[in-house]
């Protein structure tokens, strides 16, 4: 039988390793001049906006939220298919989550269903760019900016793509707010745990500082002060080192993974959705990063069944997501079955096929042999 092909696996090369054990080696392991390094290579590809790193690509959302005064009594909209912590920010800073269902196609928020959700306590949208897939951004923002709304874009799959040429994270002014990217283990680059925030200007960048190291401003040889109410979310140099040589490898592990999922579409050919009932993504080999090959199931077999499956002939498959409005927490909210039913129905039977950069064209022929099999 064939090696076990899993849906995700992170590729590290010798010479980031090696650039992990000079760093342990220096004695300077937490932040320090390679986080600096990194958010000035990453500020440099997101068109001079200025970034800051962080342990995770979830308290980059919390704190875009802190920076744009988002709390009690405010809501914020976003979509009921991602990964909860997305929603949870939301509750962290004290604030509504409030869903909106997603487009059938795109498996993003709808943003007609988003500006129907706008009420007078809305503050703020947070979109989630599923699989890397942005959403129509020129929409995103004139919706935004006709309501006065500020936006969080959940990029966190998203490094690498792009809206009309340009790098998602790079857009600022009237069009573009805080952007977050998410660099865990699985991500298209990663930092083993890790995410960056990017910001609007320098006053929300030294915010963004105070946020991520509880709070503390320094002055002088011994001054210091705290006011506002931080947490410790600093990224390591151990870690940024990791991020640093992935970094560097962008544009190739973004240029595969557009390989392999077009090798995807051709192998499985036009007539796959009509022979088995499954929906593909769209088909957008250029902008898209390729974070995730992802299909909806027919109904006729249930995931957990497929799954089983497919691990027969020793392949993974992913599950992204779950309705984050069907969680306990957020039952205990109101929310219930019903409620977003495009976002249920999609949930109930997503599943993620293999992708990474270590992948080849035979390891996608051999997918869709298996998942052929397993749907017939």
């Known amino acids: 039988m064939s090696n076990f092909l899993p849906f995700s696996r992170p590729t590290i090369d010798e010479a980031t390793i090696a650039s992990v054990g000079d760093v342990l080696r220096s004695g300077w392991i937490t932040t320090g001049p390679k986080v600096q390094e990194f958010e000035k290579k990453l500020s440099e590809y997101f068109g001079g906006r200025p970034v800051r790193t962080f342990n995770s690509g979830t308290c980059t959302m919390e704190i875009a939220l802190r920076i744009a005064g988002i709390g009690a009594g405010d809501e914020v909209i976003t979509s009921p298919i991602s990964w909860v912590a997305t929603a949870n920010v939301i509750l962290e800073v004290g604030a509504t989550p409030v869903f909106a269902d997603i487009d059938p196609v795109t498996r993003n928020i ?99 500082e105070k946020y991520r190291l509880q709070g503390v401003t320094r002055s002088g040889w011994d001054g210091i002060d705290v006011d506002v109410l931080g947490g410790k979310y600093n990224m390591t140099d151990v870690a940024a080192a990791i991020g640093l040589g992935q970094f560097s490898q962008l544009d190739a592990i973004t240029a595969q993974r557009r390989k392999l999922a077009r090798h995807y579409f051709t192998t499985l050919g036009k007539d796959f959705e009509k022979q088995t009932g499954a929906q593909l993504p769209p088909e957008d080999c250029e902008s898209t990063n390729w974070h995730l090959f992802q299909i909806v199931l027919p109904e006729r077999i249930t995931r957990a069944d497929f799954m089983a499956r497919m691990k027969e002939y020793n392949i993974g498959i992913g599950y992204h997501y779950a309705p984050i409005h069907l969680f306990t927490l957020y039952r205990a909210l109101g929310f219930r079955e019903g409620m977003f039913p495009v976002a249920e129905r999609v949930g109930k039977q997503i599943v993620s096929l293999p992708m990474f950069y270590a992948m080849n064209e035979g390891d996608v022929e051999r997918t869709c042999e298996a998942m052929r099999e397993v749907l017939a």
């Open 110 to 208: 709808d943003l007609d269903k988003v500006e129907a959700a706008i009420t007078p306590r809305t503050k703020a949208i947070i979109p989630v760019y599923l699989a890397g897939k942005p959403v129509d951004m020129d929409r995103l923002y004139a919706i935004a900016s006709k309501h006065k709304l500020r936006v969080v874009e959940d990029a966190a799959q998203a490094i690498g793509s792009t809206w009309k040429g340009k790098p998602i994270g790079s857009f600022g002014g009237s069009f573009g707010d805080f952007v977050s990217f998410s660099f865990q283990a699985n991500k298209n680059i990663t930092t083993s745990e890790g995410g960056c925030l990017v910001l609007n200007n320098e006053e929300e960048a030294k915010l963004a």
